[in-house]
T-cell receptor
């Protein structure tokens, strides 16, 4: 059972389009991270959100943590081919050392 | 410091052989993690060290798997009597205690068991 459900699993869009990917759980997380992973490489940390309702922006990427700290979204404005990759959300539960990853959303941006 | 490094990047071995992977974390980080990632999945937690102490192990880590972190610096992950189901990407990550949830990953070791 995946504690963090990511949707969609796969997304193929044209350059310039906007998109949103989701990360949902029935569990509360003390923090949630978003990573991007390219083929044959390790995940690269993009952002951490820790407060319910928090919004963080990283250039064209906007990350939001749900008020109840059970879900998160990543919105990309005007997607570019360089945004292509596997987007992973990961959560740490309060008092635990283990980070749980979702299965990821594979994004392909066509030029 | 150039980040977390892993060696080798790729390993092909025959079923039944033993393999060992090495991870060198970011030097200031005292926490080190091992994950396994298979195609189409996110990384799955295997084990975690704080300094030289192994504090948590996943049920995924069967008795054929052993990890060490002597002197709290680099770490090794050994798989004995490899099976085809062990084929995966093995990822290492490190972090500060104060921001343990922000993990910095190495490039991984891709293991193929034939």
């Amino acid at each position: 059972t995946q504690l963090l459900e990511q949707s969609p699993q796969f997304l193929s869009i044209q350059e310039g389009e906007n998109l949103t990917v989701y990360c949902n759980s029935s569990s509360v997380f003390s923090s949630l991270q978003w990573y991007r992973q390219e083929p044959g490489e390790g995940p690269v940390l993009l952002v951490t959100v820790v407060t319910g309702g928090e919004v963080k922006k990283l250039k064209r990427l906007t990350f939001q943590f749900g008020d109840a700290r059970k879900d998160s979204s990543l919105h990309i404005t005007a997607a570019q081919p360089g945004d292509t990759g596997l987007y992973l959300c990961a959560g740490a539960r309060s008092g635990g050392f283990k980070t749980i990853f979702g299965a990821g959303t594979r994004l392909f941006v066509k030029a | 410091d150039t980040g977390v490094s892993q060696d080798p990047r790729h390993k092909i071995t025959k079923r039944g052989q033993n393999v060992t992977f090495r991870c060198d974390p970011i030097s200031e980080h005292n926490r080190l993690y091992w994950y396994r990632q298979t195609l189409g999945q996110g990384p799955e937690f295997l084990t975690y060290f704080q300094n030289e102490a192994q504090l948590e192990k996943s049920r995924l880590l069967s008795d054929r798997f052993s990890a060490e972190r002597p002197k709290g610096s680099f770490s090794t992950l050994e798989i004995q009597r490899t099976e085809q189901g062990d084929s995966a990407m093995y990822l290492c990550a490190s972090s500060f205690t104060g921001k343990a949830y922000e993990q910095y990953f190495g490039p991984g070791t891709r293991l193929t068991v034939t």
